[in-house]
T-cell receptor
């Protein structure tokens, strides 16, 4: 089955600095890679996603890159703000024959004012 | 729009008791999911459904049962609760498998 590894598990950055979270996946059939943000006491919410036919996607301060050959994808947050503090999850979805959804173990991001 | 609504939000059970968690979505989504979230282990898929009347096992299905009698509702049942089922449970729905998942607020379950 699919295995998604996410690093680091915790990350502290100064406000205004950049944060990078990395995920690797094992199933080459995975074709959809979303990133979710979970604030304390709430359910995860989608912040950005990328599909296997795209190498990079950007939305304001957030970007995601995908390297299909190496089977890894990364979340980049620039100009971090205190409200970016949360737990971030990556996921890899195989929407083909096996229809598998696998989440990473999460990264707790703390932005220090 | 309510989105995805889970009930109850909190519950304490004694070992061996049973309960049902209810998930309701108002987005006409085909796919619905139940996850459990434990510290350091992320979100693990328990069961999912690809449409009304269908269910399938996820990564950690043992000790749980589900039903999807109506498209908008997905029920998760614990027949005989065990302390290992202490967790936060999230329901989610998607239009298709490779589209945005909308999550409920979660149910914190403690089994003593």
């Amino acid at each position: 089955g699919e295995n998604v590894e996410q690093h680091p598990s915790t990350l502290s950055v100064q406000e205004g600095d950049s944060a990078v979270i990395k995920c690797t996946y094992s199933d080459s059939a995975s074709n959809y890679f979303p990133w979710y943000k979970q604030e304390l006491g709430k359910g995860p919410q989608l912040i950005i996603d990328i599909r296997s036919n795209v190498g990079e996607k950007k939305d304001q301060r957030i970007a995601v890159t995908l390297n299909k050959t190496a089977k890894h994808f990364s979340l980049h947050i620039t100009e971090t703000q205190p409200e970016d503090s949360a737990v971030y999850f990556c996921a890899a979805i195989d929407s083909g024959g096996y229809q598998k959804v696998t989440f990473g173990t999460g990264t707790k991001l703390q932005v220090i004012p | 729009n309510a989105g995805v609504t889970q009930t109850p939000k909190f519950r304490v059970l004694k070992t061996g008791q049973s309960m049902t968690l209810l998930c309701a979505q108002d987005m006409n989504h085909e796919y619905m999911y139940w996850y459990r979230q434990d510290p350091g282990m992320g979100l693990r898929l328990i069961h999912y459904s690809v449409g009304e009347g269908t269910t399938a096992k996820g990564e950690v299905p043992d000790g749980y049962n589900v039903s999807r009698l109506k498209k908008q509702n997905f029920l998760l049942g614990l027949e005989s609760a065990a302390p290992s089922q202490t967790s936060v449970y999230f329901c989610a729905s998607t239009r298709d498998l490779n589209t945005e998942a909308f999550f409920g607020q979660g149910t914190r379950l403690t089994v003593v």
